[in-house]
């Protein structure tokens, strides 16, 4: 009787300490989760609340009580951004009031000196006046002007862009005479970060107010930068209008004294012209035996810049069409960074019917962008109604079957 008792003791002993152990581990795991800094590249602050990555341990932080937001508040500094999200409109904006800009408390120490030479690319009253008084005649031509500020927090190690707001943009609704725009901004030549705002409805005059807190770009960096930023109409039934652009370059831009207040005019985005699209060498062979049709994407040379950020990053999709229905797709891998890349990549079609009467293949080369939809730089068809090189080529491979015959041809506009 007593050696099952023993054993029961040291059974409710062992049973303590591995409970206990195994508590024990997941305090210390959790303690050195905490710790750690999340791994944000960039952190979006909207109307100014200020999410810094040692902030973002604490979950009270957008889920505080009562008596919580009432010491933030107090131990808010003056200069500090807020909220009053109880005066927004409909669209989700503000109402228009005399603009008041916010500064840093660097700036405040700035002499007159400083000011004078940094008031060429500040945001005043009168350049405010001015721009409300334009004309009729000078709306129309002008496309409107974007609001925003840089400084760069160096004990954080971080860039920061402001969207304030853009003025007296055009209308891209014809019916309501409105626009629902937003802004992508991307730094380059890079391309890494890319973000956009969101979509403010039916104003001309939308102020965004949002901040991007861009971590890992050195001060020293700064100067080789340029900020580009796409100003768009959002559209549910269509692809999106493009607005306008406005380029920033950094260089000569001096952040180490505070805040930095600018103010551009947005211009015309920088169409491509239809011709110098490149070129693409395409090898075809029709296979009668198997009714099959090979198609092999060699290379392309001469690809245009796809926008001002410099090379493209081009793939060539493949669709095949039998009485002028898509059938079959299929597309290449993405050459990084280069005007003339090289795919050596096959593809084989089954063909639905006898003979290539009914069918033809349509290349488009587009430019791989993730924060945005994929841009055409160029298409090429080849069938027996193409024109030029692509009706030759397609002739070529009817007339000889099981032959692999290739040519180059000139991109059209996409």
């Not at 200020?50 to 932080?61: A, F, G, V």
């Not at 304030?164 to 992508?184: N, V």
């Not at 100067?223 to 370059?249: K, W």
């Amino acid at each position: 009787d007593e050696i099952p008792t023993v054993v029961g003791i040291f059974s409710a002993f062992g049973l303590v300490f591995s409970v206990s152990l195994f508590a024990w581990i997941c305090c210390q795991r959790k303690s050195s989760k905490s710790n750690k800094t999340p791994p944000y590249k960039f952190v979006h602050v909207l109307k100014g609340v200020d999410i810094y990555p040692e902030n973002l341990n604490s979950k009270k932080k957008f889920g505080a009580d009562d008596k919580s937001e009432a010491k933030n508040k107090s131990a808010m500094p003056k200069n500090s951004l807020h909220l009053d999200l109880e005066k927004r409109d409909l669209n989700g904006n503000f109402p228009k009031t005399t603009p008041k800009i916010q500064s840093s408390p660097d700036l405040e120490n700035l002499s007159p000196k400083h000011f004078v030479e940094r008031k060429k690319d500040s945001v005043s009253p009168d350049s405010l006046k001015s721009i409300t008084s334009l004309s009729s005649e000078d709306k129309q031509d002008k496309l409107g002007t974007l609001f925003l500020s840089l400084e760069y927090n160096f004990e954080k190690k971080a860039f920061v862009v402001n969207i304030k707001e853009a003025r007296g943009l055009p209308a891209m609704d014809e019916q309501s005479m409105t626009s629902d725009p937003y802004i992508k901004m991307t730094i380059l030549p890079e391309k890494k970060h890319k973000v956009k705002t969101r979509v403010l409805r039916k104003t001309l005059d939308p102020a965004f107010d949002e901040t991007f807190t861009f971590y890992g770009i050195p001060y020293s960096q700064i100067q080789d930068l340029t900020l580009h930023f796409m100003i768009l109409s959002f559209d549910r039934f269509s692809r999106d209008d493009i607005i306008g652009e406005v380029l920033i370059p950094l260089a000569g831009t001096e952040l180490s004294e505070g805040r930095l207040l600018m103010d551009r005019e947005i211009i015309k985005r920088n169409v491509r012209k239809s011709s110098g699209r490149g070129e693409l060498l395409i090898s075809l062979c029709y296979q009668s035996t198997t009714n099959t049709l090979t198609v092999v994407v060699l290379k392309a040379r001469h690809l245009p810049k796809s926008d001002v950020s410099g090379l493209s990053d081009p793939y060539v999709k493949v669709n095949l069409y039998h009485a002028k229905k898509r059938i079959s797709k299929k597309k290449t891998h993405v050459k990084k960074c280069t005007p003339n890349a090289v795919f050596n990549e096959l593809f084989v079609f089954d063909i639905p019917c006898e003979g290539l009467d009914d069918i033809s293949i349509e290349f488009l080369v587009l430019d791989s962008d993730r924060g945005s939809r994929n841009e055409i730089i160029g298409r090429l068809t080849l069938g027996s109604s193409a024109e030029g090189t692509g009706g030759e080529h397609w002739k070529e491979i009817c007339e000889y079957p099981r032959r692999q015959i290739a040519k180059w041809h000139m991109l059209c506009d996409g």
